[in-house]
């Protein structure tokens, strides 16, 4: 049943015609072979974790029931899902993908307002996994041409078929290891400006390509 809904699921994004453009700076990090951590909002979930898919990589994901669908369709992509959320086991799940990362050399997944939000402000969670890691975090950014949002906190954005998507990547933020405390509220806000950043410039995008 899973499997089914999964390969549908992949038919329907197939249909999506993106245009990608990533910083330099993203571009250099990504064809050095570093590992990475990919940041996004929580309204951009699906389309970000479709595009993202032959990447191996660890994600974090809610420990909620509607998370075990998220962490089914990772596991058929080859990525290692680790449950956990700013409100139930997440220092855990942080620590546990700090070790994966360390261990596997691969790059990582992480939503950047949290499973419960509030929408489009930061929290610590892909902060303290750079620090951990040595790892930037990359802002990316998703602009779809039709698409519905639904009425939850987040406004998750599902995307109509055969739609135009812009994807971005900002510049790297890396945390450096003696960043702590109330001292990362400094690194909070330049992840949420570069997540900003990079949505705006996806939907700047998607406007000049529909020209």
């Given at each position: 049943m899973y499997r089914i809904a999964i390969k549908f699921i992949e038919l329907w994004?197939?249909?999506?015609?993106?245009?990608?453009?990533?910083?330099?700076?993203?571009q250099s990090l990504i064809a050095s072979g570093?590992?990475?951590?990919?940041?996004?909002?929580?309204?951009?979930?699906?389309?970000?974790?479709y595009h993202f898919r032959k990447k191996p990589g660890?994600?974090?994901?809610?420990?909620?029931?509607?998370?075990?669908?998220?962490?089914?369709?990772?596991?058929?992509w080859g990525q290692h899902p680790i449950r956990g959320s700013r409100y139930k086991g997440g220092k855990r799940a942080i620590m546990e993908m700090a070790k994966y990362i360390k261990?596997?050399?691969?790059?990582?997944?992480?939503?950047?307002?949290?499973?419960?939000?509030?929408?489009?402000?930061?929290?610590?969670?892909?902060?303290?996994?750079?620090?951990?890691?040595?790892?930037?975090?990359?802002?990316?950014?998703?602009?779809?041409?039709?698409?519905?949002?639904?009425?939850?906190?987040?406004?998750?954005?599902?995307p109509y078929p055969f739609s135009r998507v812009s994807v971005t990547l900002g510049d790297p933020i890396l945390v450096p290891?003696?960043?702590?405390?109330?001292?990362?509220?400094?690194?909070?806000?330049?992840?949420?400006?570069?997540l900003n950043a990079s949505a705006i410039l996806a939907k700047r995008n998607l406007m000049e390509s529909k020209g």
């Open positions: 994004l197939y249909t999506l015609r993106p245009k990608i453009i990533y910083s330099d700076r993203a570093q590992p990475y951590i990919i940041a996004l909002w929580h309204r951009d979930l699906i389309y970000g974790l660890v994600i974090m994901v809610s420990g909620s029931k509607d998370g075990e669908w998220v962490a089914r369709a990772l596991r058929c261990e596997r050399g691969v790059g990582a997944g992480i939503v950047a307002d949290g499973s419960q939000g509030p929408p489009k402000k930061a929290q610590i969670g892909a902060l303290v996994l750079s620090r951990l890691t040595n790892a930037p975090i990359l802002p990316l950014g998703v602009a779809i041409s039709k698409a519905k949002r639904l009425n939850t906190w987040d406004r998750l954005v599902i290891k003696e960043v702590k405390g109330n001292h990362l509220e400094k690194y909070r806000k330049i992840l949420e400006d570069g």
